[in-house]
Structure formats: C-alpha cells, structure tokens
C-alpha cells in the first residue's frame, strides 16, 4: 500500500477550523520529501491524500470539537496503467 486517503468530518460550523488543523498540524505529521500530499474540500469534509513509495503515516486524529465522527482513513495501492 502506497497511498492513504484520509477523512474527516467538521462538527458543524467548524469546516474552516478543520480544514486549518489539517493544513497546519495533520499534513505536517505525514510530511516526507518522498510522500506527495494533496487536501481537498466539499462542504464541512476534508480528504487528505498521500502518495508515496512507501506506505504514508497516518494523520493523527483532529480535536474532538472540531469533528462530527472520528476521521476514516484508507490504504491504496496506486495502479499504473499504460494509455
């Protein structure tokens, strides 16, 4: 597994806080020169996606106040295909 997405759910009203946790300490807990990171948002959700050579390090769990569910987090394994 070469890939974790990672998700979260903001408590409500709380979309920019998470987002900013996620921005300031979650992706700095998986950072790695050889891991590339992206954060994307829809709504009050947040996903993180890490791709590396190796398995990514999990995010840490956000505040409690700032999220509605305990985050859900997924290994892939990046397919390369020819076109």
Request: aromatic share 8%; proline share 10%.
């Amino acid at each position: 597994m070469d890939t974790l997405m990672w998700e979260a759910k903001a408590a409500e009203g709380r979309g920019a806080e998470l987002l900013r946790w996620v921005l300031d300490e979650g992706v700095r807990a998986v950072a790695d020169p050889a891991v590339r990171t992206e954060v994307f948002v829809s709504g009050d959700r947040v996903v993180v996606i890490a791709v590396g050579d190796e398995p990514p390090r999990r995010l840490p769990d956000p505040p409690e106040e700032l999220i509605e569910r305990a985050p859900h987090a997924w290994p892939f394994t990046r397919v390369n295909f020819a076109t």
